[in-house]
């Protein structure tokens, strides 16, 4: 008991931290996929409570995604009447159940550790650079937005060049406020007074953001913030109170081919990402433990079912959650379901107090969170490690910043591939010499793709020498690699070269090179 408690100290404070981080991405991703803004806050207490007490991942925070907003805005817009996207939702659901019963979660495994290692770094320069505009004023696009083009035309990068303009005074001056804060507090303050551990920097940072906008409209008009620049949750009226947020699905529209399109979308990316995120919060656990990918996707299912029944748009888990969980220091599970609790009560309850938070101070927050992943260690980490790990991890930070998160991911696979199968080829065959004598050792997995540098070494091997070819501690060798070997072993005697085959013991081998047995040499 004394233990839960202990781990329970860690893990409420990094709840509150989470619910600060969810809260506008919650909200911004339901405004950029063209829901209503309370879909998104069903979908992150659906993500906390429900997937939380179900997965088996003790650090991952599941809630409404960017990287479905251009799939759910399609999805909206083609059926045109939300509660047949509802259905879409419900059957992703259900689908992402037969998915993890499937085995499908085994996917993420094949993820290399350069890409998953430049998806964070890549996130965490989005979270910085998405995150900037709105640190000064600049609310033009969605807080949440992860993709290289914005809503209204600009970009990542393009954006900068419109906002200077357009900063905000008050807005940036909360947010540097609140930026040094949670510096300050969670590096340093918190390690000289232990006794402060409970209290979250970054809730800190919101209390004292929200008190100085309130300072401001009294004391300096000039400065205080007008409601576009403040969290905006739905408020319940008299009439129908807080049940009028929640929509239900139309099953009438389970025919049509479209929601089933949507469903199946849904269901493969939502899946995808899960997988991606799990693996990523796995590397950033600092007690390395492993997710049950399979569960995870049952969970996921089950989350999708039940937000998509009471008027929620899809969940995965999500990695800037999971990673300011994380960094908040959370140790179990109990965080994620705990701020799907407080996220509750704070639309039930206190909505009013809540939209008085400024979103500049809730963006400190992110850019925070960002610096965390993205930290220059992290680049110097992969530099030492060499070419064929550095440019896999560069090329998908590269490509997520330019693209999306799904698309970078891809291209940050096909690269790593390339450099696998590069080193595979370049490390099969080993070619060693001394005079006329010449050694050729097939080594692992011989492909037909290493035919032809094994051709050009035979070739390039002068007359009157003595050639060992060692296939002891080949696991595989390609049948077009063994033809072009015993293609050499008929000519070889017309340059006066003695060849010998080192065989393993497999009859298979003895079997394949076929004119070894017509030759008699001697090892010289």
């Excluded at 997520?400 to 065959?429: P, T, W, Y």
């Excluded at 032809?452 to 077009?480: C, G, H, M, W, Y």
């Excluded at 006066?496 to 065989?503: A, G, L, S, T």
């Amino acid at each position: 008991m004394k233990s839960y408690f202990q781990l329970l100290g860690k893990d409420f404070p990094a709840s509150i931290v989470v619910v600060l981080v969810a809260l506008p991405l919650c909200l911004g991703i339901a405004l950029g996929s063209g829901a209503p803004l309370f879909s998104g806050i069903i979908a992150g207490i659906v993500g906390g409570i429900v997937v939380g007490l179900l997965s088996g991942s003790q650090l991952s925070v599941s809630g409404p995604a960017a990287g479905l907003t251009v799939i759910v805005a399609t999805a909206i817009a083609k059926l045109q009447v939300y509660e047949a996207f509802l259905l879409a939702v419900v059957i992703a659901g259900l689908l992402q159940i037969v998915l993890g019963f499937l085995k499908a979660g085994i996917l993420g495994d094949y993820v290399p550790n350069a890409v998953i290692k430049g998806m964070l770094a890549a996130i965490g320069l989005l979270l910085i650079l998405k995150q900037i505009p709105h640190f000064v004023g600049y609310d033009a696009n969605f807080i949440g937005n992860e993709s290289f083009n914005e809503a209204n035309t600009e970009n990542t990068f393009t954006v900068f060049t419109n906002f200077s303009a357009k900063i905000n005074k008050g807005a940036l001056l909360i947010g540097i406020v609140a930026l040094c804060i949670i510096i300050i507090w969670d590096g340093w303050v918190v390690k000289k007074i232990k006794k402060v551990q409970l209290i979250p920097g970054a809730l800190l940072a919101v209390i004292i953001g929200t008190f100085l906008n309130e300072y401001f409209k009294t004391a300096i008009p000039l400065f205080a913030l007008q409601s576009n620049k403040l969290v905006s949750l739905p408020i319940a009226n008299q009439d129908n109170g807080f049940l009028s947020f929640f929509t239900f699905p139309n099953w009438s529209f389970i025919t049509h081919k479209e929601v089933w399109i949507a469903a199946v979308t849904i269901a493969v990316v939502a899946s995808l990402e899960t997988l991606l995120s799990i693996e990523a919060v796995d590397n950033l656990d600092p007690l390395k433990r492993a997710t049950p990918t399979n569960r995870e996707l049952k969970a996921q299912g089950i989350g999708n079912f039940i937000s998509g029944l009471i008027g929620g748009i899809p969940v995965t888990s999500v990695i800037v959650r999971s990673s300011a969980n994380v960094y908040a220091g959370a140790k179990t599970k109990n965080s994620t379901i705990l701020h799907g609790i407080i996220l509750l009560l704070f639309v039930l309850l206190i909505p009013e107090i809540i939209n008085h938070i400024p979103l500049s101070a809730l963006a400190a927050i992110l850019i925070f969170t960002g610096y965390k992943l993205a930290k220059v260690s992290l680049f110097k980490e992969f530099y030492r490690k060499g070419w064929d790990q550095l440019i896999p991890f560069m090329v998908t930070i590269a490509a997520i910043l330019l693209s999306d998160l799904l698309i970078g991911i891809l291209i940050g696979c096909a690269v790593a591939l390339f450099f696998l199968i590069s080193s595979n080829f370049r490390s099969a065959v080993l070619v060693v010499n001394d005079s006329n004598n010449y050694l050729i050792r097939l080594r692992k997995d011989v492909s037909f793709l290493n035919k032809p540098i094994i051709k050009e070494k035979l070739e390039q091997i002068p007359e009157n020498s003595f050639v060992l070819i060692d296939v002891t501690r080949a696991d595989f060798i390609d049948k077009d690699v063994i033809e072009e070997i015993n293609h050499y072993l008929k000519h070889a005697h017309l340059k006066n070269i003695k060849v010998e085959i080192k065989k393993s013991s497999h009859k298979s081998m003895h079997r394949l090179f076929s004119q070894q047995n017509e030759l008699k040499h001697e090892f010289n």
